[in-house]
């Protein structure tokens, strides 16, 4: 199961919402909710459009491509991660997504066995 309805969950999931307030912020009903991400239903474009204001990636749910991150849209911390990581020699940066897949692979695997992310602690 990968269609829309797959996606919706997983966008849903990904912001950590219910499916009550995720319906809500669509405009529908949870039970509304509930079939769109079961695939008995098919939301209509004013759905989608009220969930893009909450930072749903509507992309992703219609065609399974992640929309891309726009620089505007980054926070300053993001920013100046990413600047620092383009001055970096091409060694080094092979070196920093070394590390920083091994760190998100393991917070996912913490999270999934915790409900949480493994650095929450110290954030």
Same mark, same amino acid.
């Given at each position: 199961m990968n269609g829309i309805g797959f996606r919706l969950r997983k966008e849903r999931e990904r912001l950590g919402l219910s499916q009550r307030t995720f319906g809500k912020s669509g405009g529908v009903a949870t039970n509304a909710q509930g079939k769109y991400e079961a695939g008995d239903r098919v939301p209509k474009a004013s759905y989608f459009a009220a969930l893009a204001v909450i930072g749903?990636?509507?992309?992703?749910? +219609? /065609?399974? #491509?992640? !929309?891309?991150?726009?620089?505007?849209?980054?926070?300053? =911390?993001?920013?100046?991660?990413?600047?620092?990581?383009?001055?970096?020699?091409?060694?080094?940066?092979?070196?920093?997504?070394? +590390? /920083?897949? #091994?760190? !998100?692979?393991?917070?996912?695997?913490?999270?999934?066995? =915790?409900?949480?992310?493994?650095?929450?602690?110290?954030?």
């Open positions: 749903v990636d509507v992309l992703f749910i +219609l /065609t399974g #491509t992640k !929309a891309p991150i726009r620089f505007d849209n980054l926070s300053l =911390t993001e920013q100046i991660v990413l600047a620092n990581f383009r001055s970096l020699q091409p060694e080094d940066q092979n070196a920093v997504r070394r +590390l /920083t897949t #091994t760190i !998100a692979e393991l917070s996912t695997a913490q999270g999934l066995s =915790t409900g949480k992310n493994a650095f929450s602690a110290r954030t």
